[in-house]
């Protein structure tokens, strides 16, 4: 099976893609000039270096058609260039608008490196009603009643979703947009959290998705799903996509990654495994990320010391605020003092501008350290420096969901916040 890799959030596989110099398009006879195209793909990011920069192709840019194929989605963009991926060594010419004038750009099919979006009316005025709601699931618990009270009422949001489904059907009737479009607005506008009911649906549009698209454009878009947290759907698409390149590794990554944010321990630990085969493939941020993902699924399964090693590993490559309290929960649970005051040092050290910022997860973890140890009073005494905190227990749930056996750390801040009698 060939392989032709999409750029994902973790990296960017850089292809060697020559073009010549963008030619204009010269009408043949007078009056006979192209039309502008009212939809296509507009270019919002040109890579730097990439194919689409050699060719003279600039932000703001509308991609109209792909070899001979018409472009009016990314559906039908991922498609063309499949058909050409045939014949990976030959040229097509891509049609792009500017000012009101066409001009031509020739590519080997393939990474032409820029990002696009859906240039449709319609389609961005429904994209900007699903983002008055789209994610609201994902709104920390602690910050509900203040400071997104507004955001959050039930007939708000109730009257934003009725207004995306009059005008997803409106669309439909009128052809206004891509019977693509509109499965994947649907599929948008099912949370993460709806009922059981809802996710049912949303997995029947998913398989009809899967059924009808190039398996690029299933990655691409699990890629764009996962960037606005739905987690859920950017699952199944990524999974899907790996039946088609099984060698991703940024893929592999991403799919641990929506594991930790869904509490699916097993994926990130699945992935870790796979991709550790061959740890010398992997940039040095992505084998951070790799050890931290088997860190928690080693930790999920109760294995803490060897948790901790991983961690510790992943930590040595990069110091970052996840790295410092997943280790500072495993040397908390295992009641290690040392390697808690070690990775604490070692991070004030590297990134003291962050350290402030991570204050209560890191007072949280020790006082659930020294609780392991025995010290109760010294415990007791962390927790009461932050009686003034506006909601501190809720921010510590919010900080650590992300964390196998987290909810050690939060029950014990809780018993140790509640007076004694």
Not at 179 to 193: E, G, H, S, Y
Not at 357 to 369: F, G, K, P, T, V
């Amino acid at each position: 099976m060939r392989k032709h890799h999409c750029s994902f959030w973790l990296s960017i596989v850089l292809a060697s893609c020559t073009l010549v110099c963008a030619q204009p398009l010269r009408a043949q006879t007078p009056g006979d000039e192209p039309k502008i195209p009212r939809i296509g793909l507009r270019v919002i990011e040109v890579v730097p270096g990439g194919p689409a920069e050699h060719g003279g192709v600039q932000r703001m840019d509308m991609l109209a058609k792909y070899g001979k194929f018409r472009v009016i989605d990314h559906s039908s963009y991922y498609k063309a260039r499949e058909f050409y991926l045939k014949n990976p060594k030959v040229k097509v010419p891509l049609e792009f608008w500017r000012a009101g004038k066409p001009f031509l750009v020739h590519v080997y099919p393939g990474w032409v490196g820029m990002n696009t979006n859906e240039y449709n009316p319609v389609a961005y005025q429904l994209d900007s009603v699903i983002n008055s709601f789209e994610g609201l699931e994902n709104i920390a618990e602690y910050l509900r009643a203040i400071e997104f009270k507004d955001h959050l009422d039930k007939d708000r949001v109730a009257a934003q979703v009725a207004k995306a489904n009059e005008m997803i059907e409106q669309a439909q009737l009128e052809g206004t947009l891509t019977p693509t479009q509109i499965l994947v607005f649907r599929i948008r506008m099912i949370a993460d959290d709806a009922s059981v009911e809802e996710l049912k649906k949303q997995e029947d549009l998913l398989a009809e998705f899967i059924g009808n698209q190039a398996p690029e454009y299933i990655g691409w878009l699990g890629n764009q799903l996962m960037n606005k947290e739905h987690f859920r759907p950017a699952r199944a698409l990524l999974k899907q996509y790996l039946v088609y390149d099984p060698g991703n590794v940024s893929v592999r990554l991403n799919i641990g990654y929506i594991g930790l944010k869904l509490g699916y321990w097993e994926d990130a630990e699945a992935g870790a495994d796979l991709v550790l085969t061959a740890p010398e493939k992997l940039s040095k941020r992505g084998l951070r990320i790799a050890y931290q993902q088997k860190a928690c699924g080693l930790a999920h399964r109760g294995d803490y010391f060897e948790a901790l090693t991983y961690a510790e590993r992943g930590f040595a490559l990069e110091q970052e605020g996840f790295g410092i309290l997943l280790i500072q929960l495993m040397a908390a649970l295992t009641g290690n003092v040392e390697k808690f005051k070690d990775a604490s040092g070692r991070f004030k050290e590297a990134v003291p501008e962050n350290d402030e910022s991570y204050s209560l997860q890191r007072d949280s973890a020790e006082a659930l350290l020294l609780v392991m140890n025995r010290q109760e009073e010294a415990a007791r005494a962390i927790v009461a420096r932050w009686s003034h905190k506006d909601r501190a227990e809720g921010r510590l749930r919010h900080y650590w969901r992300e964390f196998p056996a987290s909810s050690k750390v939060v029950e014990n801040w809780t018993r140790l916040a509640t007076p004694q009698k």
